[in-house]
């Protein structure tokens, strides 16, 4: 017996099908921030800070 599984563009054209366009741009933007976010956050941890302690004179 065969199980019907969607294909990945079925998944991705109903909910953008029924979005206007502008809630489609919205989406996209949303998408490059949350993607530039993880960049950040992962450049942050790798990241090494150094604390100096001294005079400062």
Do not use: H, W
């Not at 199980?3 to 933007?29: H, M, W």
């Amino acid at each position: 017996m065969a199980y019907f599984l969607p294909s990945r563009t079925a998944i991705v054209c109903i909910p953008n099908c029924l979005l206007s366009s502008g809630e489609i741009d919205q989406i996209r933007k949303s998408k490059e921030i949350d993607k530039s976010l993880f960049r950040e956050k992962t450049y942050v941890k790798k990241l090494v800070k150094i604390l100096l302690l001294g005079a400062g004179e």
